[in-house]
């Protein structure tokens, strides 16, 4: 008995830990949107590359909104992380995204302000995903895409 409240006891904690790396998030977040990019073989640069409107769009709105603090195609700056690690191998998944980009950050770089006043990128949140996730899975070189027809 006792070797089995033990584990339940070690098994909480281990649940606990895990939730913690992916937190903030919101459990309400609209469904994970998608990209589309197809390149050009080997393509070093996203001019060889066309990817769907929605994520070109996103690309549009993290040059204006975004880039100033995170870098050219989220490489990250001396004073904003890299997003490609962040989503990479800090676990920020879409309804951590969602919900960061409402609420802003602070971690041990810095903190992000909270987005909520800004109308055009919380309604651009979906389409910054799109961008940033194409990038941080490696899809999508930097630089200006084309556009699919
Ligand atoms: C004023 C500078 C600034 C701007 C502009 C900015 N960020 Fe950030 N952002 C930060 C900083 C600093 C952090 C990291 C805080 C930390 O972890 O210490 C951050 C963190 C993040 C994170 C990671 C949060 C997490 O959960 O780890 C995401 C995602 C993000 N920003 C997306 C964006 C997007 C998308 C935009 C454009 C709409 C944007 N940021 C604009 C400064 C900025």
Redesign the pocket.
């Known amino acids: 008995m006792i070797p089995r409240i033990l584990s339940a006891g070690v098994l909480a904690t281990l649940t606990t830990a895990a939730l913690a790396a992916h937190e903030p998030r919101d459990e309400n977040a609209p469904p994970e949107p998608t990209y589309k990019v197809e390149c050009a073989e080997g393509a070093t640069s996203a001019t060889q590359c066309k990817v769907d409107k929605e994520t070109y769009v996103g690309w549009r709105?993290?040059k204006a909104?975004?880039q100033?603090?995170?870098g050219g195609g989220g490489m990250g700056s001396t004073?904003?992380?890299n997003?490609q690690e962040?989503f990479n191998k800090?676990g920020?998944d879409w309804p951590?995204?969602y919900y960061?980009?409402e609420h802003g950050?602070?971690?041990?770089?810095?903190?992000?302000?909270p987005?909520d006043k800004n109308k055009r990128?919380m309604k651009m949140r979906a389409n910054?995903y799109r961008y940033?996730k194409a990038r941080a899975d490696g899809k999508l070189p930097l630089g200006r895409p084309g556009r699919m027809k």
């Open positions: 709105e993290y909104n975004c100033v603090c995170h004073f904003a992380p997003l962040r800090e920020v951590r995204f960061v980009i950050y602070t971690g041990q770089m810095g903190a992000m302000p987005w990128v910054l940033l």
